[in-house]
């Protein structure tokens, strides 16, 4: 059974930093990319980060040059380093891996920036 386990959200001041950990385990097999969506409240979820073998990584242009997607393979997990945090990151974060057989997300994390 697949699972994206996802940690580290919470309640920050704006200007902050947070790091959210995505912790996948089971069999998933090939995978075409990987990464982080954002979704508010009656809101759309739109693509934060997201990484494809050969192709980098991607950011949404509100995040470029604050957030940072890694990944350690070894540990089969996935980060989100995010800094000068704004009150309107406030989401609910999901990992997400999109796999050749199917698309896998995990349960999602709630981050809260405070003005």
């Known amino acids: 059974q697949v699972q994206l386990v996802e940690s580290g959200g919470g309640l920050v001041q704006s200007g902050g930093s947070l790091t959210l950990s995505c912790a996948v385990s089971?069999?998933?097999?090939?995978?075409?990319?990987m990464g982080w969506y954002r979704q508010g409240s009656g809101q759309h979820r739109d693509m934060v980060a997201s990484?494809?073998?050969?192709?980098?990584?991607q950011y949404a242009d509100s995040v470029k040059g604050r957030f940072t997607f890694s990944r350690d393979n070894a540990k089969n997990t996935m980060y989100l380093q995010m800094n000068s945090l704004k009150p309107e990151d406030t989401n609910v974060y999901y990992c997400?891996?999109?796999?050749?057989?199917?698309?896998?997300w995990g349960q999602g994390t709630q981050v809260t920036v405070s003005t």
């Open positions: 990484f494809a073998w050969g192709g980098g990584t």
């Open positions: 089971g069999s998933i097999g090939s995978i075409n990319n």
């Open positions: 997400y891996v999109d796999a050749v057989r199917r698309h896998y």
